[in-house]
């Protein structure tokens, strides 16, 4: 069963990857393992950029989470991040470490998703 934007527990719209890659699972395979990848390691400078207040740091890695979630289909994953990317100085602080503990949580289930669905591939 392919999972449908319009289900609020969806994670991720496959359909998205599906017309990007134009059918080459290879390619899809590549793309997901790429975004997971990077958006691990991203989350881990962002949590360091929150702990440090580098609001700098902290608006350019969700920035680029916000992209890498729009480009694989992720259906909240990438607005959490761009509500981080929102934050100013006065809001880094609780706001961000909420923000920051979603982004973890939708993290979780996008990797859950994708997991999921390569091995159907």
Known sequence: MTE???DS???VDFSRIQETSCGDTEFE???FQLFLDDSTARIDVLRSALESRDLDRLQLEAHTLKGAGVNVGTLKFHEIAADLEQLDGDSVGDRGVALFSDLEAE???VRSAITSYLATL
């Open 107 to 109: 993290h979780a289930r």
């Open 9 to 11: 527990a969806v994670a």
């Open 4 to 6: 449908q934007a319009g």
């Open 29 to 31: 395979q590549e793309l």
